[in-house]
């Protein structure tokens, strides 16, 4: 049905444990996908500073997304400069990376945030000390986590409170991303959007067709595994509140990352016969 496949892949969840934040279990996988050139894209609602180490810690070479599909972050000279030229010209240089930018700058959503005053802890602007206490996350990591440039993660205790902030944001035109911790108050974009551009981009530069293999747990999730031709769903805390038009076409895993995201791209494989 396609050339070539994509694995693109929630973290927390589903690549990485939900309470852990262990992914031994997937290692041997990531190894056989890497030697068989399928691609695994990171799509989270994590920052550009912590994919920085984890894309190293993982051994990826590929395209990244972060904050809940609000930046596209492609290594220079992942795709030839002729084609950069003709179809990222727009793109802005970070690093060693050009970015394609589809959220709002972290300082209007801050803005936002500051005029409605919400009764929500801004985990963009806590104490290190809740940011931890939130998270699970080390201090090291949890500063990192809080290096945010497109979104604000905002925990609300209560629900009401929730409900009617998001009224609020989407009247103002911004949207509302509910994760496993937090709802992500961001520009008007997700993750679903971004992968199905970086996916063009893939099949304009090889003109050869893709198919999207995408894993995810959670809400923010959502619209990436509705854009998937094969969408996993992996076992976590908040993926049985997860509803499809088309369940019968789902994969749901049995086990809870990292075993439910081989369980899930091993089925995958085997149901779309494709060679590692």
């Known amino acids: 049905m396609f050339d070539r496949w994509l694995v693109v892949t929630d973290m927390d969840g589903s690549l990485l444990n939900h309470h852990?934040?262990?992914?031994?279990?997937?290692?041997?996988?990531?190894?056989?996908?890497?030697?068989?050139?399928?691609?695994?894209?990171?799509n989270t609602s994590k920052t550009y500073?912590?994919?920085?180490?984890?894309?190293?810690?993982?051994?990826?070479?590929?395209?990244?997304?972060?904050?809940?599909?609000?930046?596209?972050?492609?290594?220079?000279?992942?795709f030839p400069?002729?084609?950069?030229?003709?179809?990222?010209?727009?793109?802005?240089?970070?690093?060693?990376?050009?970015?394609?930018?589809?959220?709002?700058?972290?300082?209007?959503?801050?803005?936002?945030?500051?005029?409605?005053?919400p009764k929500a802890i801004n985990f963009t602007q806590c104490s290190v000390e809740q940011a931890v206490a939130l998270t699970g996350l080390s201090e090291q990591d949890a500063k990192l986590a809080q290096t945010r440039l497109f979104s604000v993660p905002?925990?609300?205790?209560?629900?009401?409170?929730?409900?009617?902030?998001?009224?609020?944001?989407?009247?103002?035109g911004f949207n509302c991303l509910k994760g496993g911790r937090f709802l992500h108050l961001q520009g008007y974009?997700?993750?679903?959007?971004?992968m199905q551009t970086l996916k063009q981009l893939y099949q304009g530069n090889h003109e050869l067709t893709f198919g999207l293999i995408a894993l995810g747990d959670s809400h923010n999730d959502q619209?990436?595994?509705?854009?998937?031709d094969v969408p996993i769903v992996v076992k976590s805390p908040g993926s049985e509140t997860l509803v499809f038009k088309h369940p019968e076409n789902v994969i749901f895993t049995e086990?809870?990352?990292?075993?439910?995201?081989?369980e899930g791209v091993s089925r995958a494989i085997q149901t779309q016969s494709i060679t590692l």
């Open 20 to 42: 852990s934040y262990d992914y031994s279990a997937a290692i041997p996988l990531l190894e056989q996908l890497q030697q068989a050139g399928i691609p695994v894209i990171l």
């Open 49 to 78: 500073a912590e994919l920085q180490q984890w894309v190293k810690e993982l051994g990826l070479k590929h395209p990244f997304i972060v904050e809940n599909g609000s930046a596209i972050f492609i290594p220079k000279g992942y």
């Open 81 to 117: 400069d002729s084609y950069i030229d003709q179809y990222l010209a727009d793109a802005q240089v970070h690093d060693d990376y050009l970015v394609l930018t589809i959220g709002e700058p972290i300082e209007r959503l801050n803005d936002f945030v500051k005029n409605n005053n």
């Open 154 to 172: 905002l925990y609300f205790s209560e629900q009401n409170e929730e409900e009617q902030f998001i009224k609020q944001a989407r009247i103002a």
């Open 189 to 194: 974009c997700n993750k679903g959007f971004s």
């Open 223 to 228: 619209a990436m595994l509705e854009h998937a």
């Open 255 to 262: 086990a809870p990352a990292p075993e439910g995201w081989v």
